[in-house]
Nanobody, 118 residues
Framework: QVQFVESGGALVQPGGSLRLSCAASGFTFSTNAMSWYRQAPGKERELVAGISITGVRTNYADSVKGRFIISRDNVKNTVSLQMNNLKPEDTAAYYC???????????WGQGTQVTVSS
């Protein structure tokens, strides 16, 4: 079955950096766009970034443009999110899913918690 295992979240100070990773399985990774989402307490889950099948095309939420970089490895079936210059408003649980701008699967992994605080 479809599985997403996110990792790399942590407590970090404002201005710091983190790299999140997601290991995907149960579907053909190399023929699916992938994306990262986040959900803060009391808020709906929102799209953070998407990457095309080959990695040539990417898209980002306005709030993270210029700070976050999404990438993928079609050999290891992983998608990563490099997060730089983190801000308190980036605090959320981060999830990955297949799809470029919309989640393909209704299943979600456990997510990885990112907390930005001094």
């Amino acid at each position: 079955q479809v599985q997403f295992v996110e990792s790399g979240g942590a407590l970090v100070q404002p201005g710091g950096s983190l790299r999140l990773s997601c290991a995907a399985s149960g579907f053909t990774f190399s023929t699916n766009a992938m994306s990262w989402y986040r959900q803060a307490p009391g808020k709906e889950r929102e799209l953070v970034a998407g990457i095309s099948i080959t990695g040539v095309r990417t898209n980002y939420a306005d709030s993270v443009k210029g700070r976050f970089i999404i990438s993928r490895d079609n050999v290891k079936n992983t998608v990563s999110l490099q997060m730089n210059n983190l801000k308190p408003e980036d605090t959320a649980a981060y999830y990955c899913n297949a799809g470029y701008t919309m989640a393909v699967y209704s299943y979600w992994g456990q997510g990885t918690q990112v907390t930005v605080s001094s």
